[in-house]
Nanobody, 123 residues
Framework: QVQLVESGGGLVQAGGSLRLSCAAS????????MGWFRQAPGKERDFVAA????????YYANWAKGRFTISRDNAKNTVYLQMNILKPEDTAVYYC????????????????WGQGTQVTVSS
């Protein structure tokens, strides 16, 4: 069973940057799609971005385009989310998740989730 562990969250001022990491255990990491989601207090969980097994294809929520970048290093079993020009409305718990096939934003298609990492953006 693959396990996912996020890190890199924290408190940052508006306009700043953070890079989140998600480390995966197991030997199948290089064959699966990885995604990032976020959930703000009192709101539903939202899709942020996804990346295919090789890193050659990515998919972003419209609001994330231009500010957030997803990438992966299969040699390190890690997927990243670089977040730039952060805004207070980016404050949320950020989760990484895994699915077997297909880039997409439907969270029900992601079968394994990390525990989340808190990102807080102050104004």
């Amino acid at each position: 069973q693959v396990q996912l562990v996020e890190s890199g969250g924290g408190l940052v001022q508006a306009g700043g940057s953070l890079r989140l990491s998600c480390a995966a255990s197991g030997r199948t990491f290089g064959t699966v799609v990885m995604g990032w989601f976020r959930q703000a207090p009192g709101k539903e969980r939202d899709f942020v971005a996804a990346i295919n097994w090789s890193g050659s294809s990515t998919y972003y929520a419209n609001w994330a385009k231009g500010r957030f970048t997803i990438s992966r290093d299969n040699a390190k079993n890690t997927v990243y989310l670089q977040m730039n020009i952060l805004k207070p409305e980016d404050t949320a718990v950020y989760y990484c998740a895994l699915r077997r096939y297909g880039l997409g934003q439907d969270e029900t298609q992601y079968s394994i989730w990390g525990q989340g990492t808190q990102v807080t953006v102050s104004s």
